[in-house]
């Protein structure tokens, strides 16, 4: 008996379009590889000719240079690696802390465009269109000059309590490292993981009920209290280290410079404006039917908008606030300007002292690379757990 099922198909054949395309990728990524080790060669010869030292090498060298701001210490005996590794850290703290105040400014700016209030509409709106239509480098240098120009010297900086303001920047007090402070940062581990599981059960309560419970407010009370507990159990020590008023500077606690402050002012007042809009955008992308139910449903104008619209309105919000995000770490180069440490002005030192151009460069394009694509993974990441779930 002879079957009437057609003869299988060769895959591996010209004739299979998909092998086809897999020879032309092929060809395509070698044709890429070979252009690389071109240019890659034809660099390092010429720089060879011309008597130009190349490779990675002198990340092992002593820097020989101070830098005036890190959260760790360093000095000019330190190898060059451990340099770059300060500039990373500015860097990375100016992004994160740069990425959640503009995200919290930004989502009240956007959120207020849909005010009843004429008066907070209109405030709003003229925050968005100043900040958003001056380049960010001259708002740095703006932010910069208040800082050091405007503000007293630090022999007579306003004091507020046991802070003070001055050319000098912010200082303020800091809590003395003991077992007590080490106790209520493993408190904070527990909470997060209480604060995690209360959302959840916060949030299948409102779907199985419709009885709505704080999701913000809550998680981070728990938060706060396990810390509190920890920093109970180890002690409850209360030292600080005060700041005070010395013969020619403020001295002793904590200090912002005012070249950070710069940075993270405009960075953050600029994003902002933008992170505003996105969230207008994304909130009026949701039906308006939508918020008549919510208004049949007797909720009021807050609960409105945190269960019903912004909710929905996510997954128009998040691809556009993620190129925020990134133009906002990647923004944070143009800190080189006003004096910022961070990692382009170290590499800039260390390119002027041992000629490294191609490798230093490298490092500060590889530093980016990786932040940018990070950032970009965990939003993408966030993206897919927001998006609604079709039935």
Known sequence: MKSNLPPPKNNWTWRSQAFRGLIY???AVALIGAMVWYLAHNTLTNMRVRGIQSGFDFLSQAAGFDIGESLYPFDS??????AFLVGVTNTLRVA??????ATVLG????VGRFSRNALVRGLCLSYVEFFRNIPVLLQLLMWYVIMTEVLPATSEAWQVGHFFLSKGGINYPIPVWQTGQLWAAYGLLPGVLLGWFYRRWAVSKFEATGQARSLVVMPLLIVLLTSVAGWA?????TEFNYPFRGEFSVE????????????????TLYTASFIAEVVRGGIASVARGQSEA???LGLNKAQEMQLVMLPQALRVIIPPLTNQYLNLTKNSSLAVAIGYPDVVSIANTALNQTGRAVECISIVMLVYLITSLGTALLMNWYNSRSAIKER
Do not use: D, K
């Not at 005996?77 to 451990?82: A, F, G, I, R, V």
């Not at 994160?96 to 105040?101: P, T, Y």
């Not at 159990?233 to 020590?237: E, Q, R, T």
């Open 252 to 267: 002793q606690g904590g200090a912002l410079t005012p070249e950070f402050m710069a940075v993270l002012m405009g960075l």
């Open 107 to 110: 989502t009240l700016l956007g």
């Open 96 to 101: 994160v802390l740069g990425i959640i105040l």
């Open 77 to 82: 005996s330190q190898p060059y690696w451990q």
């Open 25 to 27: 990728q092929v060809i």
């Open 233 to 237: 159990l180890g002690g409850a020590p």
């Open 294 to 296: 919510a208004s049949a």
